[in-house]
């Protein structure tokens, strides 16, 4: 049994025709890599035919008991403004948690506009998701995103669940260096796998250090994920195993963690 936490409904890598389809390739993904449950990430750029956001997100995934999803607020067109959206979403349970995407847009994570949503998630216990590190041949967009003004939110709320995803590629021992003291900061492994990861990062072995000490320290506070359908879960999956770890705490990277973490209901 294992749970993939990050994944996206997109045409990206020219897998699928539109985003029905992509969706239908991904549920063929969950079976081929005995995943029993995901959590889906919409866009925040919304209306693309390439990348679900969150309404068509919602569609796609109907009433399915072990597909969910996150919220993610568009803080560059609509600052504050949409808390009462996902405050009536927590509620209802339709998402799991807030991702966002400093880098992909140009704001700071300790950015004014940011901070009800941050009161809102520990007001109901749920995660912050935080996308880090280089986008694919852009490294300008790190600057927005350094793991430094995550550990200043962390901070300032204490109770808040932060999680760290991509490890701040390729600088990921920076990022272990900045957050290793703050205990409400978690990690989600997303493209970690990824050749051009791994690569700029200094090598596969490097990569499996950071993650190995990272689950020595915090091993209820690591979890699976893959950023598919960019990156492939397989390699994911096979990079947690290749870190030998003890069977109850690969469980818990594989499962147990994003269970209670999240809030999922199985
Ligand atoms: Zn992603």
């Not at 866009?43 to 597909?67: F, M």
């Not at 205990?183 to 493209?191: C, P, Q």
């Not at 990062?201 to 320290?217: A, D, P, Q, W, Y």
């Amino acid at each position: 049994m294992i749970i993939d936490s990050h994944i996206h409904i997109s045409t990206y890598s020219d897998n699928a025709k539109n985003l029905k389809e992509a969706f239908i390739l991904f549920l063929e993904e969950m079976k081929k890599n005995n995943l029993s449950a995901a959590i889906i990430i919409p866009d925040n750029v919304e209306g693309s035919d390439k990348i679900a956001d969150l309404a068509k997100a919602i569609e796609l995934i109907g009433d399915s008991k072990n597909l969910f999803l996150l919220g993610s607020p568009q803080i560059i067109q609509r600052g504050s403004s949409e808390i009462k959206k996902y405050q009536k979403l927590l509620e209802e349970g339709r998402v799991k948690g807030i991702k966002f995407f400093p880098g992909h847009d140009p704001y700071y994570p300790n950015d004014e506009r940011c901070l009800p949503y941050y009161e809102l998630c520990e007001k109901f216990d749920v995660p912050v998701l935080f996308h880090t590190g280089e986008n694919s041949g852009d490294c300008e967009c790190a600057k927005w995103n350094d793991p430094r003004y995550i550990v200043e939110v962390a901070k300032k709320y204490p109770k808040l669940k932060v999680i760290i995803t991509h490890y701040f590629w390729p600088k990921m021992e920076y990022c272990y260096e900045t957050t290793k003291e703050i205990s409400n900061i978690y990690f989600e492994i997303a493209a970690m796998a990824d050749a051009e990861v791994i690569e700029k990062s200094g090598g596969i072995e490097k990569v499996r250090e950071v993650l190995r000490k990272t689950i020595i320290e915090r091993p209820d506070k690591v979890m699976l994920g893959s950023d598919w359908p960019m990156c492939k879960i397989e390699e994911h999956v096979e990079l947690v195993k290749s870190l030998k770890l003890a069977r109850d705490v690969e469980g818990k990277i594989f499962r147990d963690n994003a269970i209670k973490i999240y809030k999922l209901s199985l």
